[in-house]
């Protein structure tokens, strides 16, 4: 197959139409690239993860379990399995090391995270990257008038999943930086996280031997100082 330069249209067609289909296709997949992540946005919001333990079970049962219409779910559930999140066999669903991350009951669970992402005033902002590029402005500038911090503060449940998802990140990120970074130059650590901070036991134990309350700084001694609101800077010169 001969090399055809990017805006040699003549060239792409002639050489058949295995080639432009497969052109066709590649644009497609990103035209509608919004189908899969709203699927797995939906999903999550239902909990239908939750509804499905170790073994597999008919899509009817979770659609009853999730209140769900049987024949819309198992289509989004078979989308999903495409990539990997559950699996059909014969029939019925059964997790995968994907779904089951999906889980609220797992340890490393990212459903928050996943329901944080398409909360409707994040979805609606990364609809609009056509003011970002105009502009040279966040596109949630347009979209969301009274900011993130304001949207965040004016739904509880919103509020809520925005905290469980910063919380579950700090839950998987904060072992392997205690293990990879020193902290021996660092005389004091301020603890500002998101949501309801760590269950015990709390990470930086390991470092003072004590737990911290939300807001507090801590030197490294292990002696407490108030906490200050981190937008006006906190007590310690290291921040988690």
């Not at 067609?13 to 590649?26: H, I, R």
Request: include cysteine; aromatic fraction near 8%.
């Amino acid at each position: 197959m001969k090399p055809v330069h990017a805006c040699d249209h003549t060239a792409i067609l002639a050489q058949g139409g295995g080639v432009f289909q497969s052109l066709l296709k590649t644009l497609l997949q990103l035209a509608t690239g919004h189908d899969l992540p709203r699927c797995l946005h939906a999903v999550a919001n239902l909990g239908v993860a939750d509804a499905l333990d170790n073994t597999s079970h008919p899509v009817a049962a979770l659609a009853e379990a999730t209140g769900s219409d049987p024949e819309v779910l198992d289509r989004v559930l078979r989308i999903l399995a495409s990539h990997g999140i559950f699996e059909f066999q014969d029939g019925r669903v059964a997790h995968t090391p994907e779904s089951l991350l999906l889980r609220a009951d797992h340890p490393g669970s990212m459903r928050s995270l996943v329901r944080m992402f398409g909360l409707s005033a994040f979805w609606a902002s990364i609809g609009e990257p056509d003011y970002s590029i105009r502009a040279g402005k966040p596109y949630a500038d347009k979209m969301i008038l009274d900011g993130i911090w304001g949207y965040l503060s004016s739904d509880l449940d919103v509020s809520r999943i925005f905290g469980d998802a910063m919380t579950g990140k700090a839950h998987r990120h904060i072992s392997g930086i205690l293990e990879a970074y020193d902290f021996s130059a660092i005389s004091t650590i301020m603890d500002i996280g998101g949501g309801r901070g760590h269950p015990r036991p709390h990470p930086f134990e390991r470092l003072f031997g004590c737990r911290p309350r939300r807001g507090e700084s801590w030197n490294n001694s292990g002696a407490r100082r108030p906490g200050q609101d981190h937008q006006d800077g906190p007590a310690g010169n290291a921040r988690f």
